[in-house]
């Protein structure tokens, strides 16, 4: 089963820019759609991008184009790039692998914190 590490966080000012990077420790995930999600305090976790292994992405959350997702199946990564970062963006990012059943995995990694400051 694919194991997936997230890095890449840190804490920015309003307007900064942070690379997001998810990794496979364990497991190839070439052949899965790949979800980034994201869990502020307080709220539930909301999936933010998703991207299938032929580079097909959707976003989900109100990011105006703030927020790229792409993927390097050669080096097994999934990065999100993320620009104009908002306080509202603060949060921990996970990322996950969608299976063939349809559903996400259950496993989660311990994400990456986003931290933005006003």
């Known amino acids: 089963q694919v194991q997936l590490v997230e890095s890449g966080g840190g804490v920015v000012q309003a307007g900064g820019s942070l690379r997001l990077s998810c990794a496979a420790s364990?497991?190839?995930?070439?052949?899965?759609?790949i979800g980034w999600f994201r869990q502020a305090p307080g709220q539930q976790r909301e999936l933010v991008a998703t991207?299938?292994?032929?580079?097909?992405?959707n976003y989900y959350v109100r990011s105006n184009y703030r927020f790229t997702i792409s993927r390097d199946n050669a080096a097994n990564t999934v990065t999100l790039q993320m620009y104009n970062l908002k306080p509202e963006d603060t949060a921990v990012y996970y990322c996950?692998?969608?299976?063939?059943?349809?559903?996400?995995?259950?496993?989660w990694g311990q994400g990456t914190q986003v931290t933005v400051s006003s």
């Open positions: 996950n692998v969608l299976l063939s059943s349809g559903a996400w995995s259950q496993s």
């Open positions: 991207i299938s292994s032929r580079g097909t992405t």
């Open positions: 364990t497991g190839t995930f070439s052949t899965n759609v």
